[in-house]
């Protein structure tokens, strides 16, 4: 690809805007949908997302867990659900939360960034195992103008004590960030932060002008009103994610697109006043 992703996420927020929209087919959904917890009802599931989301919002996100608990099965899903979404211009950010060293770290990258059927325009990371171990998933994505989303400071309140904790003055969490502050140096925002969309989240976001990935809107209590106050100075490349406040509003398709639409025009709404 000549464009970089972020030069690919731009066009989707410009024709689509910057909601990120979850498919998270955990087992309380299938039921509340009248769906039988089995790969059957996975893909029915995935197909009605699909059906609703495809071309209509700029990112969709499949977490990737409920997918693989179903085997091979689930797997072909992932793969057809993946497929169809890129197909048709919708942005496809693969929520694996991969994360290993040397020839392992570049199988995941293989998989999620390169050639295969699994293959999508950006994953999520895990830095744990330290941010150079990326290197290989960095590299990847470069090549082919996709992009990775780092785990730096998650909306889950286990993650605190990890994730803020310091040494030397600097947490955790913000090392994360200074390093993608350089891995995106030669200007392409390959390097994506994963930054939980919570009042708490203490991190120093004035030098990154990379891609946001915010989870927390909606279910886990943030508000499209709240996003301005929380990442004052990084919207640009702000991505709200909302699964389940969405996915509420199944199984019917015009009701899905009906609340994606809602949300995406909430979000548009409080970001631009």
Known sequence: MTHGFG??????????????????????????????????????????C????????????????????????????????VSVLRDAGTLVVADAKRGDIGSTM????????????????SVTVSPYLGFGALTPALDLAREHGRGIFVLART????????????????????????????????????????????RDHGLDLSAFGGPILA??????????????????????LLLPNSSRGVLAAGPSVSALRAAAARTRDEIEAALAS
């Open 7 to 48: 030069h690919r996420l731009r066009s989707a927020i410009a024709d689509r805007g910057r909601l990120c929209v979850g498919i998270d087919p955990h087992p309380g959904l299938l039921d509340a949908w009248g769906l039988p917890r089995s790969a059957d009802g996975l893909e029915t599931f995935a197909e009605i």
């Open 50 to 81: 699909v059906e609703a989301f495809a071309g209509e919002v700029g990112l969709v996100k499949p977490q990737v867990a409920f997918f693989e608990a179903y085997g091979s099965a689930g797997y072909a899903v992932l793969e057809r659900t």
């Open 106 to 121: 570049d199988a995941y990258a293989q998989a999620w960034l390169g050639e295969s059927p699994l293959a999508s325009d």
């Open 155 to 198: 909306s889950n309140p286990e993650g605190g004590g990890l994730q803020q904790s310091s040494a030397g003055g600097v947490s955790v969490a913000q090392s994360v960030v200074d390093d993608a502050v350089i891995a995106n140096g030669d200007g392409r925002d390959t390097v994506g932060l994963v930054v939980g969309a919570t």
């Open 215 to 236: 989870p927390g809107l909606g279910a886990q209590g943030a508000s499209a009103t709240d996003l301005a106050e929380i990442f004052a100075g990084s919207t640009e």
